[in-house]
Nanobody, 122 residues
Framework: QVQLAESGGGPVQSGGSLRLSCKAS????????VSWYRQTVGNRRELVAE???????NYADSVKGRFTISRDGARNSGFLQMDNVVPEDTGVYYC????????????????WGQGTQVTVSS
């Protein structure tokens, strides 16, 4: 069973930085895509940043120029570097990965992490 574990969230002051990490464990052959989503109370989960299966990086307009998504295939990990944060970045951040377990012909399945809280104070 593949599991994703996030870390790196917490309180931060406006203008500061955080680095979120997400590590996949279990039977992992490859990480095909990595995404980070944010959810606030009463709202739907929204895409913040992604690295697609083709290796393209995309960002929500609200975080362009401030956040950077990356991944480390050797460590089955994904990261979200959050710089110059603002109070509107507050929320629970969820890692999402498409993981192949059985080899190059396995297109992969989608997995979610449990979420990590980020709270930005002004």
């Amino acid at each position: 069973q593949v599991q994703l574990a996030e870390s790196g969230g917490g309180p931060v002051q406006s203008g500061g930085s955080l680095r979120l990490s997400c590590k996949a464990s279990g039977p992992v052959f490859s990480i095909n895509a990595v995404s980070w989503y944010r959810q606030t109370v009463g709202n739907r989960r929204e895409l913040v940043a992604e690295i697609t299966t083709r290796g393209n990086s995309n960002y929500a307009d609200s975080v362009k120029g401030r956040f950077t998504i990356s991944r480390d295939g050797a460590r089955n990990s994904g990261f979200l570097q959050m710089d110059n944060v603002v109070p509107e970045d507050t929320g629970v951040y969820y890692c999402n990965m498409i993981v192949s377990q059985w080899g190059p012909r396995d297109e992969g399945e989608m997995y979610w992490g449990q979420g990590t809280q980020v709270t930005v104070s002004s």
